[in-house]
């Protein structure tokens, strides 16, 4: 114990063994981070669905599915889960951006209930089509450059 200049003591503080982890992985991923780039790089690779390390080889196999690895550079993917990271930025870019256009045809066309389901449904679909794997790519691409993996406090 130490002593303050009132006299009172308190206890050492002890690292947890979550902060002691940390400070490891800190240090640890400090010089892959450098080797990797800027975050904002690998994210708009991931974005236009380019592996991002090399900018070329194809970062999803399917509509969703990352692949295991980069065909150009050999970079492995499969260890990396995002989880519902494309569902919640996609509902957060589409629904602002289709709410207000929405609101907006309302007030100054006032058509039908139909021509307002013909009209946003198939334009909210498309979005969806092709927003959602550029954000699991733009996802990826984050956590890539970041180092993560996805379960980091799953002990």
């Not at 996609?90 to 629904?95: D, K, L, N």
Request: charged share 25%; aromatic share 10%; hydrophobic share 40%.
């Amino acid at each position: 114990m130490t002593h303050r200049p009132d006299k009172s003591p308190r206890p050492e503080y002890r690292l947890t063994e979550w902060e002691r982890d940390w400070e490891i992985h800190k240090h640890q991923r400090a010089a892959e981070r450098a080797r990797k780039g800027p975050i904002l790089r690998a994210m708009r690779r991931g974005f236009m669905l380019r592996c991002p390390n090399c900018d070329k080889g194809r970062l999803l196999t399917g509509f969703l599915t990352p692949s295991p690895s980069c065909g150009h550079c050999g970079e492995a993917y499969d260890h990396i889960r995002t989880d519902d990271f494309a569902p919640w930025l996609g509902i957060f870019v589409i629904g602002h951006t289709l709410v207000p256009l929405a609101i907006l045809v309302e007030k100054l066309f006032a058509p039908s209930l139909l021509v307002h389901l013909l009209l946003w449904v198939p334009i909210g679909l498309e979005m969806v089509l092709l927003f959602l794997p550029r954000a699991k790519g733009m996802g990826l691409g984050f956590m890539w450059a970041l180092g993560l993996r996805g379960d980091e406090h799953q002990y």
